[in-house]
């Protein structure tokens, strides 16, 4: 569900209608909804309400900070997984007893800047990695909270771009190996080994795959207590997919993903920290887009819009699929036209959607990428110099920029000419 509809014949954003946004603040545009922001948390929060458990946002799905001062509020945790995710996290108001640090290339600037601002845990992915740890936290004076991820080796069934929990991929400890790391983990200074973290994948449509990796953790937590560990807290990781087709069966729920952990992990007292973060944002934004041609080929036609590849990439980087709609409501049995949807940007690659149903456009009709609210803004660049895209909040019937469009000036601005040039 999310609060993207059409009344009196106009696409709107809760009580926004769309024009207004284009109109003041141009395309193509990011556009978030607050009540399907709130509302996607709340349903994670619920999923887990039968036990201790924190939902922590994944930054990463979208970074805005007004997005993250909303998930604050809300109670949301974060998810890092740089020094840049971090400040932001913290300068959105959220205290780093509610910031759990992941990444497998975790730099000694980026795991001192957590400890001095304050963290809940790292979630070590290498014995590398974890040496480094301590070696900074002892000459801090610092004893850090950390969990060990661990590689389940299960096939999350997803694109092989975001699968994480294969034994071909780069991130966590082989789990085989997990008894021999975590003992070596125990005896270094300035730790605190307080969980096991797992992530196996994003955009899971499948709880199979969560059933099997939470199942291994589950006998690996017993066995590291056996080992003499006190593991009292589980990071599950995050993943569950949203629909980007409207026409196909949605993915599962949180509350049966929440019931999976029940069902795996749930006996064994553990506090529970889960990290979604594209089922929460991913269907509360769209990408607003005007169309600047239509345009004859040879056995096709394409529709020409503002947004580019630049401003939303996962078509070009995962062949992705985002629903496409007009603004203006068809009528009833108007009839369709295929288009191919694609950007401006001089690369065939910047092709959108192809046979897309449209009714009849014309230059200056505005167009919305649906679903586009995760791994969007936060995956945009300027490319072919064009200026990043702004993001919107709507909340209601008002709105606010909270990413503004950057002028050719502020752009050149960045860059510096040598004077031996």
Known sequence: MDHFNYHDGELHAEEVPLHRIAEQVGTPVYVYSTATLTRHFGLFRQALDWTDHLVCFAVKANSNLAVLKLMGDLGAGMDVVSGGEYARARAAGVPGERIVFSGVGKTLIEMRQAIEGGIRQFNIESEPEMRALSELAVSMGAEVPVAIRVNPDVDAKTHEKIATGKSENKFGIPIARARQVYAEAAELPGLRVLGVDVHIGSQLTDLEPYRQAYGKVAELTRVLRADGHAISRLDLGGGLGIPYRRDNNAPPLPIEFGQVIRETVGDLGCEIEIEPGRNIVGNAGILLASVIYLKEGEGRDFLIVDAAMNDLLRPAMYSAYHDIVPVAEPALG??????????????????????????????????????????GAVMASEYNSRPLVPEVLVKGDQFAVIRARPTFEEMLARDSIPSWL
Do not use: M
Not at 362 to 371: C, Y
């Open 334 to 375: 108007e009839e369709l036209q295929a288009f191919d949807v694609v950007g401006p940007i001089c690369e065939t690659g910047d092709t959108f959607r192809k046979g897309v149903e449209l009714p009849a456009l014309a230059g200056g009709d505005l167009v919305a990428f649906r679903s586009a609210g995760a791994y």
